[in-house]
């Protein structure tokens, strides 16, 4: 039967983090204080349904209707960033930002996550439209417009985290499409010499080293010369662009480096997460226990910061087997992009897993000060409805792309 | 799309693979540095986010008179605090607070001050509220977020304004105090002694605090108040037993009269003080809890300044009490006996070059021999008998029987008599030949001019006579442990001296205060007071041939030593007899003849014509008969 076919796999652990989310989003609403996340995980379930709705509809698409419609969804997405800026509200702790799309002054959807997943469809589009992988920097200009410009769009909001994540969809589907690794270095290298530039001495070393790799390479003769001059042009503008940034976006990042320097604003986020992870230990507080948690220490304990919630109450052994489960995932991922009938729903998939990949990896590792604090959900642990929408969707993407290649017989290969 | 083959994607997917297995890895090798590495740290962070420590005041300890009756004791009270998480939100609840109990805009301010000092404690708002207000602010607890109601042992002096100088009062401690760490051991709102002996034995009497913990949220706000944390109990301070007679000390309050401003010591031969109190006084009991801003005001700026401790920091020239020094240096210098007349008889003044040095008596008091001069308080007597003596050894014998330095009572603040070094004190003052040594001298004589001593100082001198003619410094809790004070007089010369003050009191300047079953002996003084009326002075002991009890007493702008008498011997009495003896006698206010009024030099300065014209009409309006 049809369902027979259905990723057992895929569902056993994408129902488990989804349950898992579910149990720490009701803990974190469990505080001695009033907080905003004291029901939220009712609402939560709400939205759980709604998720799976839109999966089983994303489930019941062809990939080919969804490829053709692929242009229009892109498009809709950009027209929704675009509107955003200009009528969007502010949300949480971000709230001088313009993310959210608010019908009546209710907020009913972040458009940058619908960008997301538009972004991945439409670069697989592309890439899968090609006869060879991207080989220079001409063969990589599409790829970059696709990408740049929701990119920019949400830098305008501005919100650096989904900023990031579109970084991440742009080197993973680039990387699963074939190109070189070390085309894909070349296409980093700026944004090394960006965050070497804040000393001479470090750049110095940078760019003759780059030189060197150059020549060692031998790129494209006019690629070569774009990729260095572009260093070097990062290397220059870095200082006066740090100084168009927000102040509270240097203080993030100069917080990243050492929360202790403005421990009550915002190296706050960052103590504290990690002061209530740590008091966790092995085992933890308990579930609901956390006294952190229930004295409202954390901060957005329900939304940003919930991965610290497993981290006090459920210790490293709460902490391993959530980020398990989601190396579980991925590596599910990337066996089905691996197994897809077509590179469209190859790439489709892997774009996917970028997707989850960067969220996962930008808010945990914020939560433990290995990366800095963006306003960022996790997937499934979040309380979030669009957000939460989207990634059911791309799980119903990725369950169909999984049970057409198992009915087309591409099973273990 | 040629990428697609299953060799090279195969290989992309281990790559994918090694990847998300390293980002994995590092990720939780990052949580297992935080989490088990590092979770002491991050425990004890955890901790001290959420636990406030709280200060528990330990109880002072007990001060006993010597017959352990209680001067000052603890009683259970209560203090009120408030936590709170932002100045704001302090001011709302001090609003909703006020409607509650009443709090004034200075407390509020007050408040508000202590808050910005430490943020993250509580706040000190009333330091000892009554029963009514807790009961009322219990009632109200859901209104008032971070209310923290603190059972607090509070000081309480049975005997009130009675003892106020003598043991002082508490107070918290200030800034200024940490600053210059005058209290070690003491932190913010720590309650020390700020005067008295509860000032002198802070160090014994104050013991150590004790923390308790409370939990509180993020915002600060307070969560629960029995927090799990072990709470570390207040050290108790050790009890000091004094010297003091409680008796004698209430009986001294209770007689001393309304509205006059003065002091009175009273202390054993051997230095044990007995009773110290000055007037006007203050009920010690109203700074427990923090004093109300309205009555701190007022004690400070009233002009009878009731916070002033007269018996030891305030100065008032020693005037007759002072001829008995100047007989002991010149008898101990072998110059005169008993008996010994001076050349020129009192025929009411005394005079010196072109100017009259007058005696208190315009009458004159004939030819007088030393004891008939003490009992006369003959001041043409002592003039004379101070020339003989010299500046230099009025000076010197001044410095060597002390009256250049604190009596060393064990209190703070005493201040230091003011008496010269030597002669080269007044060149320094008013240039070399600039002042006239026979002047000085005259009026050294006589206990005037450059000399003014704490009351307590003179008493420690009189405290001498009525001993062996040493003295060791008076002491409440413990003695100084210094070298006694010698008048360097023999046996014989003591008892002539006693001799001559018992007959102050039987038939001299003191008679009027004679009492058949005391024999009293004592001295009285009248100082010059160039803002008002002169004050009197009285200093006595009895019983007069064996000493129990020194007494000297001040009374500013009494006019004359004879009004303070009454007092001191009261004081005496009731000492020596009992407190059955002053019914009998009851004390006399009125003034009573002869006075002893020391009297006003004339200035004859020849280069001043004016200065002369107006002694010339002084002299004539006084009728001084030459």
């Given amino acids: ?413 | 799309m040629s990428g697609f083959d299953s060799y090279r994607i195969n290989e992309r997917a281990r790559v994918a693979g090694w990847i998300v297995t390293g980002t994995f890895l590092i990720l939780l090798a990052a949580f297992f540095r935080t989490q088990v590495i590092q979770h002491e740290k991050f425990q004890l962070k955890a901790e001290t986010n959420r636990l406030r420590p709280i200060q528990l005041a330990p109880p002072r300890g007990t001060i006993f008179d010597r017959q352990g009756r209680v001067i000052a004791e603890n009683v259970p009270g209560y203090s009120v605090k408030l936590l709170a998480p932002s100045l704001d939100s302090l001011r709302a609840v001090l609003s909703r607070f006020a409607r509650i109990v009443p709090i004034d805009s200075a407390g509020t301010n007050e408040i508000l001050r202590r808050y910005r000092l430490a943020r993250y404690q509580p706040v000190m708002v009333f330091g000892d509220a009554p029963f009514e207000v807790i009961s009322k602010l219990e009632e109200h607890r859901a209104a008032l977020p971070g209310l923290v109601i603190q059972s607090e042992p509070k000081r309480l002096y049975p005997a009130g304004k009675a003892v106020a100088h003598l043991v002082g009062y508490v107070g918290e401690v200030t800034d200024a105090d940490l600053e210059n760490d005058r209290f070690p051991g003491a932190d913010l709102g720590s309650i020390v002694g700020k005067a008295g002996l509860e000032q002198a034995y802070d160090d014994t009497l104050r013991g150590s605090e004790g923390v308790r913990y409370i939990e509180v949220n993020a915002r600060g706000r307070l969560v629960r108040e029995g927090a799990s944390s072990a709470s570390l109990p207040p050290t108790p301070g050790k009890p000091i037993r004094t010297t003091i007679d409680l008796d004698l000390q209430r009986f001294v309050d209770s007689i001393w009269p309304a509205g006059v401003r003065g002091g009175l010591v009273a202390m054993t031969p051997g230095g044990e003080v007995l009773a110290l109190y000055s007037a006007p006084t203050y009920d010690p009991n109203a700074f427990v809890g923090g004093i109300a801003p309205a009555l701190w005001r007022e004690l400070n700026t009233d002009e009878a300044h009731p916070l002033l401790n007269r018996v030891m920091q305030t100065r008032y020239p020693p005037a007759s009490p002072f001829k008995l020094a100047i007989a002991a240096m010149a008898l101990k210098r072998g110059l005169i006996g008993f008996d010994t007349h001076m050349p020129v008889p009192c025929r009411g003044g005394l005079r010196m070059g072109n100017r009259v040095f007058r005696c208190w008596k315009k009458e004159g008091h004939g030819s007088l021999d030393l004891t008939g001069a003490v009992v006369a308080s003959c001041d043409v007597y002592f003039y004379q008998l101070g020339l003989r003596l010299g500046l230099q050894a009025i000076v010197e014998d001044g410095v060597l029987m002390g009256f250049r330095e604190r009596s060393g009572l064990d209190l703070k603040n005493e201040v230091s008599p003011i008496f010269p070094s030597s002669v080269a004190y007044f060149d320094k003052l008013y240039g070399p030949r600039r002042w006239s040594p026979a002047a000085t001298t005259l009026n050294f004589s006589i206990g005037q001019g450059e000399n003014t001593q704490t009351l307590i100082n003179m008493v420690h001198f009189y405290q001498a006579l009525a001993g062996s003619g040493e003295a060791v410094a008076p002491y409440l809790v413990r003695p100084g442990g210094g070298k006694p004070r010698s008048t360097g007089l023999n046996p014989e010369q003591i008892d002539g001296l006693r001799h001559a003050l018992i007959a102050v009191v039987e038939r001299g300047t003191a008679a009027a205060s004679r009492h058949a079953d005391l024999q009293v002996a004592g001295k009285t003084g009248t100082a010059q007071n160039s803002h008002g009326e002169d004050h009197g002075w009285f200093i006595g002991f009895a019983p007069a041939d064996q000493p129990k009890i020194v007494v000297g007493g001040i009374m500013e702008f009494a006019k004359h030593g004879t009004v303070v008498a009454p007092y001191v011997i009261a004081a005496l009495r009731r000492y020596v007899l009992g407190p059955d003896s002053t019914h009998q006698a009851p004390i006399k206010l009125k003034i009573i003849a002869p006075e002893d009024s020391a009297p006003r030099t004339l200035e004859l300065d020849p280069d001043s014509a004016a200065m002369q014209a107006k002694a010339e009409s002084l002299r004539a309006g006084a009728g001084i008969n030459q």
């Fill in chain 1, 1 to 413: 039967m049809r369902l027979a076919a259905v990723d057992r796999q895929l569902a056993g652990v994408s129902l488990a983090l989804m349950a898992y989310g579910l149990v720490v989003l009701y803990s974190a609403g469990q505080t001695d204080v009033p907080t905003q996340g004291a029901g939220v995980w009712q609402r939560q379930f709400v939205w759980f349904g709604v998720g799976l709705a839109a999966a089983w509809v994303v489930f019941n698409t062809s990939p080919r209707l969804l490829e053709w419609m692929t242009p229009a969804i892109y498009g809709f997405s950009l027209f929704l960033l675009g509107l955003v800026l200009v009528v969007g509200t502010g949300a949480g702790t971000a709230a001088s930002s313009h993310s959210w799309l608010a019908i009546g002054g209710h907020p009913i959807g972040q458009p940058s996550e619908l960008a997301k997943v538009a972004t991945v469809l439409m670069l697989a589009r592309y890439l899968s439209s090609r006869r060879e992988p991207p080989r220079s920097l001409r063969d990589l200009a599409v790829p970059g417009l696709i990408v740049g410009a929701p990119f920019l769009l949400v830098m305008k909001q501005p919100d650096l985290g989904s900023a990031i994540v579109f970084i991440g969809i742009f080197f993973a589907m680039l990387f699963w499409a074939g190109v070189r690794p070390r085309l894909l270095f070349l296409l980093a290298s700026p944004c090394v010499s960006l965050l070497l530039a804040f000393s001479n001495v470090t750049w110095g070393f940078w760019i003759v080293g780059f030189t060197l790799i150059l020549i060692a390479w031998r790129p494209y003769l006019w690629d070569g010369i774009a990729f260095w001059l572009v260093n070097v042009v990062m290397g220059v503008v870095a200082m006066p662009l740090w100084r168009r940034l927000a102040p509270y976006q240097q203080n993030r990042l100069l917080t990243f480096m050492n929360p202790e320097v403005d421990p009550r604003a915002a190296g706050y986020h960052a103590i504290q997460s990690r002061v209530a992870i740590g008091s966790g230990g092995w085992f933890g507080t308990g579930y609901t226990q956390g006294p952190q948690k229930r004295l409202a220490f954390l901060p957005e304990q329900h939304t940003d910061f919930v991965f610290s919630v497993v981290g006090e109450e459920l210790g490293f052994v709460g902490v391993t087997v959530a980020l398990g489960l989601f190396c579980a995932l991925f590596v599910i991922l990337i066996r089905i992009a691996r197994r897809a009938t077509d590179s469209f729903s190859s790439l489709t998939v892997f774009g996917i897993l970028g997707i989850f990949f960067s969220h996962v990896f930008e808010n945990v590792g914020m939560t433990v000060n290995i990366m800095p604090i963006t306003g960022i959900p996790l997937p499934f642990f979040s309380y979030g409805g669009s957000f939460f929408v989207i990634c059911s969707l791309c799980l119903g993407l990725a369950f169909r792309v999984a049970w057409d290649s198992r009915l087309a017989g591409y099973g273990d290969s």
